[in-house]
């Protein structure tokens, strides 16, 4: 798995319309045995933040839905923090609304770059 040409066909995905979590999930679905459209249906909800922008950021969430995707289920919770923790330390919050700085108008991090780096983090924890 060469992670920095899925994490462009993530950003890909994202130009395209996808939201943030079905760029995520778009471009790891060649990873498992699931349908890309399929996989986009179902995290089409979870763009935005998780609850516009009020939770966790939609790219992260789709970086651990396909942890456990891979995994098949095996350690997900392990590995969900880990890539959250890979994830926060990349982009500074795992929170959507801390990272686009709502609140204080400092924004963390673009969704371009929550984008890549959540695939960025996947292939660091799974990968592994």
């Known amino acids: 798995m060469d992670i920095e040409i899925l994490a462009n066909k993530a950003l890909e995905y994202k130009h395209k319309g996808y939201n943030c979590c079905q760029a995520v999930t778009a471009a790891l679905a060649e990873l498992?045995?699931?349908?890309?459209?399929?996989?986009?249906?179902?995290?089409?909800?979870?763009?935005?933040?998780?609850?516009?922008?009020?939770?966790?950021?939609?790219?992260?969430?789709?970086?651990?839905?396909?942890?456990?995707?891979?995994?098949?289920?095996?350690?997900?919770?392990?590995?969900?923090?880990?890539?959250?923790?890979?994830?926060?330390?990349?982009?500074?919050a795992t929170v959507c609304k801390t990272i686009k700085g709502v609140e204080n108008g400092r924004p963390l991090c673009s969704c371009d770059e929550c984008v890549r780096n959540a695939v960025l983090a996947f292939g660091e924890t799974v990968g592994n």
């Not at 933040?49 to 392990?78: F, H, I, W």
Request: include cysteine; hydrophobic fraction near 40%.
């Open 32 to 92: 498992t045995d699931l349908d890309r459209e399929r996989l986009t249906e179902i995290s089409a909800g979870f763009g935005a933040g998780m609850g516009n922008m009020e939770g966790n950021c939609g790219a992260l969430v789709g970086a651990v839905l396909m942890a456990g995707a891979v995994s098949k289920g095996n350690g997900s919770m392990r590995l969900a923090r880990q890539i959250s923790e890979s994830f926060a330390q990349k982009c500074g």
